[in-house]
């Protein structure tokens, strides 16, 4: 099984870009989807995550407001829409899918935010 993100590049202060996160090799809606985020010399942090259990979808408090996560289970696809992108030194944004004691991790992708 495997996840692949996609979608980052270049962002603005104050600006949107769009994530995506596509999965394979796993039954999609038996597992959690989740975001996190990683910066330079920082930990990974939780973003957002979409609970396969009973649909709910959660986000940190930093982003609450400005980014929303939503799934497309035809496709095995999971989206980051970020807005509001705040000023930020480069972090890498990972999907991952989550099923008991079952992590998959992407690659990664980065969303350099310039002014």
């Known amino acids: 099984a495997q996840v692949v993100e996609s979608g980052g590049g270049l962002g603005q202060t104050g600006g949107s870009l769009r994530l995506s996160c596509t999965a394979s090799?796993?039954?999609?809606?038996?597992?959690?989807m989740a975001w996190c985020r990683q910066g330079p010399g920082k930990e990974r942090e939780f973003v957002a995550s979409?609970?396969?259990?009973?649909?709910?979808?959660y986000y940190a408090d930093s982003v609450k407001g400005r980014f929303t996560s939503s799934r497309d289970i035809a496709k095995n696809t999971v989206y980051l829409q970020t807005n509001n992108l705040r000023l930020a030194a480069t972090p890498v944004y990972y999907c991952?899918?989550?099923?008991?004691?079952?992590?998959?991790w992407g690659q990664g992708t980065q969303v350099p935010v310039s002014s």
């Open positions: 991952t899918a989550i099923r008991d004691y079952d992590t998959f």
């Open positions: 090799g796993l039954t999609f809606n038996q597992y959690t």
């Open positions: 979409h609970v396969h259990k009973d649909g709910s979808t």
